[in-house]
Nanobody
Framework: QVQLVESGGGLVQAGGSLRLSCLAS????????MGWFRQAPGKAREFVSV????????FYADSLDGRFTISRDNAKNTVYLQMDSLKPEDTAVYYC?????????????????????WGQGTQVTVSS
């Protein structure tokens, strides 16, 4: 298990930007696929994005319309989610998650059950 601590959430107006960070307390951070999920009020948790262990491959939910960017810095044990052109419908609690098991396609990591460790979540609120 890897311990994950998220930060960077807050209140922003529609059209603004936020950058979320997730710090992992583990010796071999590069051994984990890292994902972001979100859960809006009254809705189920949904997949946002995932990044490969080396950081050279990424995959995003289709609904994001290219507005989000995931990245990682293995030297800092940190994964990021840059969120631009935010919309009120982006309002949710955002969670980072870590997965150890290896799959050949990043699309597999859209399944929340594949992640073994989760952060506590950080609130993102986008006002209209």
């Amino acid at each position: 298990q890897v311990q994950l601590v998220e930060s960077g959430g807050g209140l922003v107006q529609a059209g603004g930007s936020l950058r979320l960070s997730c710090l992992a307390s583990v010796r071999t951070f590069s051994g984990y696929y890292m994902g972001w999920f979100r859960q809006a009020p009254g809705k189920a948790r949904e997949f946002v994005s995932v990044i490969s262990r080396s950081g050279d491959s990424t995959f995003y939910a289709d609904s994001l319309d290219g507005r989000f960017t995931i990245s990682r810095d293995n030297a800092k044990n940190t994964v990021y989610l840059q969120m631009d052109s935010l919309k009120p419908e982006d309002t949710a609690v955002y969670y980072c998650a870590a997965a150890t098991e290896k799959y050949y396609r990043l699309t597999s990591y859209g399944q929340s059950q594949l992640y073994e460790s989760w952060g506590q979540g950080t609130q993102v609120t986008v006002s209209s």
